[in-house]
């Protein structure tokens, strides 16, 4: 579906009806083409084609992106190997940082059993153990060095047995897995065509989300390492509930990755908790931009949140403006000092420190007043703006917005380090989440 006016995320096929419809609609002024539109692939919202690891490969998923604890989860294998192995692991305590874009590391939290041989169709029953909530993965291990690796979550057995909660953004992960599942030629996924993408499907790279290791896994490192407990919910879990429930349950919840695609259920859930005085930490970019409608195990990509009266920076401070797919990156220069954020981080105003880059938000007319640009990064996408992170408070409420990819994967840097943690010790200590609602859309 394109937009009236194409702009330069915006790509077209060279062949086909919708090609030529295209051009009709341009001679006519019904649409117009901006400078540096490329009339070479597909529309707005393009992901570069990801290619698979050439690795030798097991080939499996689970239904479901989260668990509970005592329940059993049935893992269906699509590839066949001989003498396969399964076990399962947690991410985070690992020692080492994962080099390799199509390994997960963690540690075991089960025994290594046997499978024997496997064909596609096999599932094997995974119980899962009273482990703490958190991010898990099987890892499948056969003849001839082939792994595959399967990621889901744990979730609590009941909401709030943390006052933090940690969001992974399942959706996306799901929307940016470009496996041809269907073998129709195209990805089952909105970035190959269409407005569809199917959930509940193995990812390339032998099973791990896409930049997992980047924008996910040294975050999940750090809380795990520093003792910073929390649930650790996905976009089911706030699918299914209300703004009143998680303000009663937590005073904070963590977005740390790239959480880009939600449903109206989750929109009205997390805007209804901030309206109760909750807190909210977003680490990346780009978040709450689309709308989807979830049917069975298939998404599809509706509208823009902005584009039916529900900017995402009316909540999150700022929004997404543009993305180069990561040609430039740059490094934040400190505006506003606030002495409890850069506490400890040695930082001053006019400071530089990390870098970011890849997508990036900025301040809208539909940010809150009080909001407050912490830090810049300068014109990194020369004539289109800067990237802006940000703070505001609100009805008791504390919002906090990195403003680019990503203040997550850059964790191991001193001052991101400590700003994070910083964030965490002053937002999860509310005591006033759930006491007093503002003015607002949510779902009560």
Partial sequence: MFTTRLTSHTRLTGRGPVFLAVLAALATGALTLDNTTMLQSTPEGRAPSIRDSARPKIVAAFPRDSYGPGE????????????????????????????????????????????????PKRVANVRIGNWPSGVYFVRLRGERDKLGFAPFVVRPRRLGEHRVAIVMPTQTWQAYNHRDD????????????????????????????????NYDAPFLRWAARTGHQADYLTD???????????????????????????????????????NRGGNLMFLSAN??????????????????????????????????????????????????EIPWLFAGTGLRKGSKFSSGGIEADRVYPSSPRSVRVVAEIPNIFPGRGSAQMTYYERGGAKVFAAGAFTMAGAIGEKPIRQMVANLWQRLANDTDTGARRLPGRDDD
Avoid: C
């Fill in 236 to 274: 089911d879990e706030l699918d299914r509930t209300t703004g009143r429930q998680l303000a009663a349950a937590y005073s904070l919840m963590i977005f740390p990755g790239h959480h880009e695609y939600v449903t109206e259920r989750e929109y009205n859930a997390v805007t209804g908790f901030r």
């Fill in 182 to 213: 269907d073998a129709d030629g195209d990805s089952d996924t909105w970035y190959a065509s269409g407005s569809l993408a199917r959930l509940g499907r193995a990812h390339l790279q032998r099973g791990v989300p896409f930049r997992f290791r």
């Fill in 287 to 336: 978040n709450f931009y689309w709308k989807i409608e979830k049917r069975g195990r298939l998404m599809r990509r509706v509208v823009k949140w902005r584009d039916i009266g529900r900017p995402e920076a009316a909540f999150i401070g700022t929004q997404y403006f543009y993305n180069d797919n990561g040609e430039r990156r740059g490094r934040w220069v400190l505006r506003t």
């Fill in 72 to 119: 059993r989860a049935a893992l269906r294998i699509l590839s066949a190997a001989q003498d396969v192995h399964l076990q399962v692991f947690r991410v985070g305590p690992e020692k080492n940082p994962t080099r390799a874009k199509d390994v997960m590391s963690g540690v075991p939290v089960s025994a290594e059993r046997s499978l024997g041989a496997v064909t």
